[in-house]
T-cell receptor, first 114, second 110 residues
Framework: DAGVIQSPRHEVTEMGQEVTLRCKPI?????LFWYRQTMMRGLELLIY????????DSGMPEDRFSAKMPNASFSTLKIQPSEPRDSAVYFC????????????FGQGTRLTVV | DAKTTQPPSMDCAEGRAANLPCNHS???????VYWYRQIHSQGPQYIIH???NNETNEMASLIITEDRKSSTLILPHATLRDTAVYYC???????????FGSGTKLNVKP
């Protein structure tokens, strides 16, 4: 397996634009996580899914953020409208429940909102 | 989740053992200790985990005190590629929410 795949790796957008980040988890994994990392706040858990169902989105900063998982092999994190303070590295991770909470992370998407 | 405390940074000479401490004095009986590391700009990488016994794998060893209030991650022969931020996390085995603290920045020097 190629691991968790995120796209794009880098995204630069103007304030007010819609941004969509994509994630393909490891095949067979039943948990998917979205994290955001900034220098100020470190790694923050935004939302996680179990079997494609959102379980906890208490980390989503505000209504401008939304995440979906239409099937077991794809998830998106959308920001609309984007703001400069959304600039961060966004990581997606997946894990398999039966093997304990060992999560495998993607390489991240570096988002810059200007 | 139980709170963990780690030193913000540590130095280690290349080829020597790196010992990274973690305090988790409020850990409960069914919570595991997990270690991850994050090499610059990459996603965090799983290293090792344990409950109460010491553990060893190809990457590292984990020593957990008898009272489970602290643990030490040991990299037996640190290399320059081990320079990273190391995170100690305490979590229940069936609970999948990971919360990363600020970690320890390990600097391996030649």
């Amino acid at each position: 397996d190629a691991g968790v795949i995120q796209s794009p790796r880098h995204e630069v957008t103007e304030m007010g634009q819609e941004v969509t980040l994509r994630c393909k988890p490891i095949s067979g994994h039943d948990y998917l996580f979205w994290y955001r990392q900034t220098m100020m706040r470190g790694l923050e858990l935004l939302i996680y899914f179990n079997n494609n169902v959102p379980i906890d989105d208490s980390g989503m900063p505000e209504d401008r953020f939304s995440a979906k998982m239409p099937n077991a092999s794809f998830s998106t994190l959308k920001i609309q409208p984007s703001e400069p303070r959304d600039s961060a590295v966004y990581f997606c991770a997946s894990s398999l429940m039966g093997q304990g909470p060992e999560a495998f992370f993607g390489q991240g998407t570096r988002l810059t909102v200007v | 989740d139980a709170k963990t405390t780690q030193p913000p940074s540590m130095d280690c000479a290349e080829g020597r053992a790196a010992n990274l401490p973690c305090n988790h004095s409020t850990i409960s009986g069914n919570e595991y200790v997990y270690w991850y590391r994050q090499i610059h700009s990459q996603g965090p990488q799983y290293i090792i985990h344990g409950l109460k016994n010491n553990e060893t794998n190809e990457m590292a060893s984990l020593i957990i005190t008898e009272d489970r209030k602290s643990s030490t991650l040991i990299l037996p022969h640190a290399t320059l590629r081990d320079t990273a931020v190391y995170y100690c996390i305490v979590i229940g085995y069936n609970f999948n929410k990971f919360y990363f603290g600020s970690g320890t920045k390990l600097n391996v020097k030649p």
